[in-house]
């Protein structure tokens, strides 16, 4: 299952999911120093191993492989892809093309901010982030349609999507709410279970700096958050770990 998630999410092109697996594999590096034995030491080698080799496949896969999948060089757009990170990095390091960034987001939250100053306390209403951007910002929407051809509905930021639409109040008991469960997880590094179950979450978390939530991915989010305030549940992988 871990071999079949990374190679579906290499294959999407997602760099927000690629960020989120680097900031779970930081945590992932904890749990093994602080329970490292032969036995985790071996199952590290062998995913890393597989992952090496699906990374490897993806990036330049056999030319047969790349003519059934698509007419144009895939191998180049994944590339392509990666490089783009570094770009993204460099861009803002050194403050040029900041247009450009992130595929044009750094605008876009600056309008969602900007959007967010003129109605803080309730926000436009849910999922109304365009309507909002195209009354309350006529002349910045004009302007990003000039320059793209387009107008954005979505913040590709959850969090400031969710100010934006329905308010700072809600953006901070939001926050309040995540930060109350992930930090009541103090057995997060000796209990294996507890450990499965919250990566996803800090994944998530992660990402949502880049996405917002969506109908595929958020209903599982809000499952994890669920099963972790279980107080039961806890107890008995607690009870199985030991």
């Not at 930081?26 to 036995?39: A, R």
């Not at 910045?140 to 913040?155: H, S, T, V």
Request: proline content about 3%; aromatic content about 14%.
């Amino acid at each position: 299952m871990s071999l079949l998630s990374f190679f579906a999410m290499m294959i999407s092109v997602t760099r927000s999911s690629w960020i989120a697996l680097a900031v779970a594999s930081i945590f992932g590096i904890i749990y093994i120093i602080k329970n490292f034995n032969k036995d985790i030491l071996k199952r590290t080698i062998i995913l890393a191993s597989c992952f090496t080799i699906i990374f490897i496949f993806v990036l330049k896969p056999p030319t047969f492989i790349e003519n059934i999948i698509c007419n144009y060089k895939y191998s180049n757009f994944i590339d392509d892809r990666f490089k783009s990170l570094y770009n993204d990095f460099d861009n803002i390091v050194n403050n040029e093309n900041l247009n450009s960034v992130g595929s044009g987001r750094l605008e876009i939250w600056y309008l969602t901010l900007k959007l967010t100053s003129q109605v803080p306390l309730l926000g436009t209403g849910p999922d109304t982030l365009k309507d909002g951007i195209i009354y309350k910002l006529p002349l910045d929407a004009l302007n990003y349609f000039y320059e793209r051809n387009a107008i954005f509905d979505k913040a590709h930021n959850e969090y400031l999507q969710i100010a934006a639409t329905i308010g700072i109040p809600a953006l901070i008991i939001y926050l309040a709410f995540l930060m109350q469960i992930l930090f009541n997880q103090k057995n997060l590094f000796k209990n294996s279970g507890l450990f499965i179950l919250i990566i996803p979450i800090i994944a998530y978390i992660t990402q949502a700096f880049f996405n917002i939530s969506t109908i595929g991915v958020a209903p599982i989010f809000w499952f994890l958050l669920g099963v972790i305030q279980n107080k039961i549940f806890v107890k008995d992988i607690e009870a199985e770990d030991t």
